[in-house]
């Protein structure tokens, strides 16, 4: 496991976690479709707190996406490193998550995050930062809408319907197994939405969530378990 130390100059206040939003949002890259679904590597990140003891647990599981079957994982473990704030949560994870990815014997290829990309309210979720900082194409799949609005899709499986705000769509809700609740999906950077719903579908052959979630959730919670035994 990786011991991961609060990068200098990381933001310390809400007025600078925002700046550092607004200067990276622009970077985002949404013309690209992103890797075919099924082929290469997909990854999932999650992370695992206990705040009691100030620690922070970020997992990385690649998966063989057309097999679904597990080619590597790697943990880190550090200090939280920002306060709670709904819509920056990204600047409490970002520097695990980075130490795990960077600890990983081979390329993560597609990042799947437990959480958001264009679908947070400041269009900057942790899918989108995480894919600015590291190039990789990322999506994130949420189990929850945040704050946006939709109509409830089809009961069968990848039925979807549109995550709205201000008129526009910034992911969807996707219909994963029949009459299950839906899982919300959005770009974070070099991804279609059509190609995010696309693997999130190819990613849940059996459940509601991604392999790559349920594989890198069930990781940070035992590494979270032995870093503070």
């Keep these: ?25 622009g970077r985002v ?28 647990v970020a997992a990385a599981v690649v998966l063989d996406a057309a ?59 942790l899918a989108s930062h995480l894919g600015v900082l590291t190039g990789l194409p990322t999506i994130g799949v949420a ?13 069968r499986r990848g039925s979807a319907s549109p995550l709205v705000a201000g008129g526009d769509e910034v992911g969807r809700a996707l219909r994963t197994q029949d009459g299950v609740k839906p899982v919300f999906v959005s770009v974070g950077h070099r991804v279609s939405l059509d190609n995010a ?3 999130t579908l190819a990613l849940t052959p059996k459940y509601r969530l991604p392999e790559s979630t349920r594989r890198a959730d069930s990781l940070c919670r035992r590494a979270l378990q032995e870093a503070t035994a």
């Design 1 to 25: 496991m990786t011991t991961v130390r609060i990068p200098a100059g990381w933001p310390a206040t809400e007025e600078q976690a925002r700046a550092v939003q607004d200067e990276l949002r």
């Design 29 to 56: 890259v949404l013309g690209d479709a992103g890797p075919p679904p099924g082929t290469g590597r997909v990854t999932g990140v999650d992370v695992a707190y206990d705040d009691a003891r100030d620690v922070v």
């Design 67 to 125: 097999t679904l079957d597990v080619v590597a994982e790697a943990t880190a473990v550090g200090q939280v490193s920002f306060p709670y704030v709904p819509g920056l949560l990204a600047f409490r994870e970002i520097p695990t998550v980075l130490a795990a990815l960077d600890a990983l014997p081979c390329a993560p290829g597609l990042v799947v995050c437990d959480g958001y990309g264009l679908a947070h309210p400041r269009r900057f979720g």
């Design 143 to 155: 189990k929850n809408p945040f704050t946006f609005g939709y109509e409830e899709p089809g009961a």
């Design 197 to 199: 719903c696309a693997h």
